[in-house]
Each structure stands twice: as structure tokens, then as C-alpha cells.
């Protein structure tokens, strides 16, 4: 049967990434599915040291301003909604299309972050967003804690608030499990809003449990590693997750209440892994503590430090626990109802 492209819409979908020719992005690939028209627009020129590199940070936005740049340059007006993955370059459409009074289309920026830095740079980019999402119609965030916060911080109506939980593609991972045979005991890895300290501290009171951290140089801040610790940094995809896989448990360390983490948390769930996380008002859309996963507070080493020990004297426990975590994610936050959420966002506002 013949997919009319045209049934629901025209969408341009804006992607922070170099999209590979031979592979398709999976919202693209949905949103195509539900009969969407998607023409989906990437950073040609985008490398992994744009992340990864301090100073390379401000070429990042650049790149994200001509990606913004190109979509008001496109003939837009034939088109329904833009789409940006990346809620920064959906800042600078929102931005763009105000100062040029360009009313259409409809601009949604999907999963808004903005994690707390530096006064001046907080300040700059309140007034930044206050003045660009005055143009945008519906700004995502994952979690009803930040309602509230980006309600007063940035001046956003309630009604342009929509609540749409990350997900993970379902076919990412195959089960790997929490087999207790893995040559480490303990992996954790991730970029910002890594609670670091925590995890080094912890490390030092339990010399005979091993552990991966996979960092950000940047944002590793720990003086002295135990030698129970081996840490890498700036690590490819394949290698994070390869390292994943060879611990028995996984552990995401947060410092901010504000969503992060979800994308290791996600996968390492759908690996099948025992994960033990930071409670957060994020975390706790995926993990039910001592079920399909264990949450402890902030800045809890003693916490911590239990939860971990509970597991790898108990393998039978978290094998168990990772089963139920890879059953809930599949039930719950993946693609197929990211899409469906997604689906009823664009039809709010098609009217």
C-alpha cells in the first residue's frame, strides 16, 4: 500500500549530528510511517571534536546558527512544522523567524535542557530565550519538575509546555544482561551533570570493587583516582558502550535535578543491565526503586555504596533486575510511543 507523504503534514526535522547516507534516523523514519512529509536537515561538517573539544564549543553553535540560517532561507512557507532535535538550534529558528517575521510554520523544540552555568552565561541566555521562544509553539521538556522552571525562567506559557519522556531506539541493543561474569564490577560514563566525587568517594571505601568511568576531560574534576578505578576520556560511541557491557552493573552519578543521564540510562536498561541512578525527577519516569532498578539520593556515598555492594553479593538479584528494566523499556520508551505522543503534540496545534 502506497504511504500518501502528504496525509498529515510537511515537516523539516533539524538533527545536531552528520546523518550517515546509509542509515535513517529513526523519529524521520516514524514520522514518514504516520504519512508525514520529512525532509530532514543535518550538520554536513559536523565532527565529534565539536563535543568533545573545549574550545570547539563555540564553532558548535555556529554550525547550529547556519543550520537555523538554512532552514529560514528555505521556501519554509510550503512546509507545517519545524521540528529541531536539538532545542538550541531551535532557539535560533525561533530567534530567526521573529526578527524576520517569519509566522510560519510551526516551530517545536524537542526536549528543552538548560543546565545551570556560569551567572553571565545564565543571564545571556534567559534574555536569548525569553525574546526567541516567543515564536515558538511548543517546547518539549521530560519531566513536570521543570514546568514550573522554564515557566518563570524563560517566560514560556504553560500551554506551549508539553511533557514528552526521552526514549530509545528498541532495536539499539540486544539483551546483554547482568550475567555476573563480566571481568569488572561496576561501569559509569556519560558527559555533564556527572556527580563525580560521589562515585570517586565511593570507589575508596570499596578498594576490591573495580570500576570504568568513561568522562568528559572537561568536567572530570576528582584530584586523586584509587587504583580500583580505571577512567577514560573522550571515548568513541562503540568503545563506551563496549566498556558497558563489561561490567556487571551500571551507575549514573548525578548533580543537578535538572533531566540528564537519560541517554546511558535508556540504553543501559535496554541492554538489560542492573542500573542504580541519582533519584531525579527524571530518572524516576523510567527506574521503580527495587524493581527494574535502584535510585538512591544525591550526594549519598554511604547510600550508594550499599546499593552497589547489595547487588554484586546478590547477581542472582540483578540479573533479575536488568531483565525488568530491558521489559519496561521496551513497554514503555521507545520509539512506537514517543511517536504516538509526538503524534498527538502536532495535532494540538495543527488547528
Same mark, same amino acid.
Given at each position: ?135 515558538? #509553539?511548543? $517546547?518539549?521538556? @521530560? *519531566?513536570?519538575?521543570? %514546568?514550573?522552571?522554564?515557566?518563570? &525562567?524563560?517566560?514560556?506559557?504553560? !500551554? ?5 519522556? #526521552?526514549? $530509545?531506539?528498541? @532495536? *539499539?541493543?540486544?539483551? %546483554?544482561?547482568?550475567?555476573?561474569? &563480566?571481568?569488572?564490577?561496576?561501569? !559509569? ?5 556527572? #556527580? ?156
Amino acid at each position: 500500500m502506497t504511504i500518501n507523504r502528504n496525509l498529515f503534514g510537511k515537516i523539516i526535522l533539524l538533527v545536531d549530528w552528520k546523518q550517515p547516507k546509509e542509515t535513517q534516523f529513526w523519529l524521520e523514519r516514524e514520522l514518514l510511517k504516520l504519512g508525514y512529509h520529512v525532509r530532514l536537515l543535518d550538520i554536513p561538517n559536523y565532527t565529534m571534536k565539536d563535543r568533545t573539544v573545549k574550545w570547539r564549543k563555540l564553532i558548535l553553535w555556529l554550525k547550529y546558527f547556519v543550520q537555523a540560517l538554512r532552514v529560514c532561507c528555505l521556501r519554509n512557507k510550503s512546509y507545517d512544522y519545524i521540528l529541531a532535535w536539538n532545542a538550541v538550534t531551535g532557539i535560533f529558528v525561533a530567534m530567526l523567524s521573529r526578527i524576520l517575521s517569519l509566522h510560519k510554520p510551526k516551530i517545536l523544540l524537542l526536549n528543552l535542557i538548560a543546565l545551570q552555568k556560569h551567572p553571565i552565561h545564565n543571564y545571556l541566555r534567559r534574555i536569548c530565550y525569553r525574546f526567541s521562544l516567543k515564536r515558538a #509553539d511548543i $517546547v518539549t521538556i @521530560n *519531566s513536570e519538575y521543570l %514546568v514550573d522552571k522554564y515557566k518563570n &525562567e524563560f517566560e514560556i506559557p504553560v !500551554s506551549k509546555i508539553a511533557i514528552l519522556t #526521552d526514549v $530509545v531506539e528498541s @532495536n *539499539s541493543f540486544d539483551y %546483554v544482561g547482568s550475567k555476573g561474569t &563480566e571481568p569488572y564490577d561496576v561501569f !559509569s560514563g556519560g558527559e555533564a551533570s556527572r #556527580d563525580w566525587d560521589t562515585l570517586i568517594d565511593v570507589a575508596k571505601i570499596n578498594p576490591r570493587t573495580s570500576f570504568i568511568v568513561i568522562a568528559r576531560r572537561k568536567f572530570f574534576r576528582p584530584n586523586k583516582v584509587p587504583e580500583n578505578v580505571i577512567v577514560y576520556f573522550d571515548t568513541p560511541y562503540d568503545f563506551f558502550y563496549d566498556k558497558m557491557k563489561q561490567c556487571k552493573i551500571v551507575v549514573l552519578t548525578l548533580n543537578t535535578l535538572v533531566t540528564s543521564g537519560l541517554i546511558v540510562l535508556t540504553n543501559a536498561m535496554l541492554m538489560g543491565k542492573a542500573v542504580i541512578a541519582t533519584r531525579t525527577p527524571a530518572t524516576e519516569n523510567y527506574i521503580i526503586s527495587g524493581k527494574n532498578g535502584i535510585l538512591v539520593e544525591m550526594k549519598d556515598v554511604v547510600g550508594l555504596s550499599t546499593a552497589i555492594q547489595a547487588l554484586l553479593e546478590n547477581l542472582e538479584k540483578a540479573r533479575q533486575m536488568g531483565i525488568e528494566a530491558r521489559n519496561s523499556i521496551l513497554l514503555n520508551h521507545t520509539e512506537r510511543q514517543y511517536i504516538c505522543n509526538l503524534k498527538k503534540i502536532l495535532d494540538s496545534i495543527s488547528k
